[in-house]
């Protein structure tokens, strides 16, 4: 334990001088609000499901009524949830720096919405958000949908389907977003990486662009990842306790 809080502390101190900050969060930050993780098993009737072979254009081709399905049952649960304190502490974080005139970017791989809900703004959501649906063939904005959906596959009036916002693997990202995101991780001081497997590029690709640059690099996730040997610091354990815990010894309010 002795070891851990040196770590918080180093961690803590390094959060406290830094000008900028950019962090990266994933669906761990979201698992303490009830939203399953991408890679642990889904619960109940999806759990014989890979959502890695789910979102995917060809298996919306293939079956454009399952993933239809997923997309909105996951956009109910994330209506349904509530922001936890590791959102609420990065939305913090954000109001201390820029109290400080400090800078600080949040780029999130997350879909749920639940960052903008804690009260964070201009968050890079890189992989596009459950929020807005838009059809598969023309493009047409799905401005008006029922929620929760009520035909499955969701028909556009051009004869095509209508399909979540998010990005799909083998799609590519918002070119703004993942510009902005690459600048914000090589300018910054202090880079925190917050509950991703950190497997999914270019979003991983974002640490190494900071640890190269020379930024100092936390991560804060339950299990060790493919950055755990890189970062300088390394805390164990639920975002949800831990971020709290970082922003009250980095800036102490009495
Ligand atoms: C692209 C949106 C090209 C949809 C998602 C080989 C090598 C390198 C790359 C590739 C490759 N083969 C293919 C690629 C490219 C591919 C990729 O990276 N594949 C990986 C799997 C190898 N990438 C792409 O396809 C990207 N596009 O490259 O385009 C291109 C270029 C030009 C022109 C055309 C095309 C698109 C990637 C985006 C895919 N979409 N999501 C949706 O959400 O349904 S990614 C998906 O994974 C989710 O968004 C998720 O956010 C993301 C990453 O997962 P995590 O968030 O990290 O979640 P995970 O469950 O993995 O981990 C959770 C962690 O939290 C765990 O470590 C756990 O320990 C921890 N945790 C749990 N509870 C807690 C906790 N931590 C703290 N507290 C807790 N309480
Ligand atoms: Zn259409």
Redesign the pocket.
Known sequence: MHERNDILTAAAAALRDARSVAVL?????S??SGLS????AQTGHWAKYD??Q??TPEAFRRDPELVTRW?DM?RQAALAANPND?HRALAEMQRTLAARDGRFTLI????DGLHARAGSTDVIE???S?RHWRCFDCGRAGADLPSPLTEFPTPCDCGGYMR?G????????PTGAIDRAAEAAASCDVFLT???????????GLIHVAHEAGARTIE????A?DVSELVTWRLA????D?LPHLMQLAFPTD
């Open positions: 969060t994933g669906a761990g930050v698992a303490e993780t991408f890679r642990d959502p890695m789910l979102a997309y996951r590791g999130t791989q997350n879909v890189l992989h596009g459950l979540p998010v990005v799909w693997f083998g799609e590519s990202l917050v509950g991703t497997s950190a497997v999914v590029y270019p979003a991983a804060i996730n339950r299990d990842t354990g639920p975002s949800g831990l």
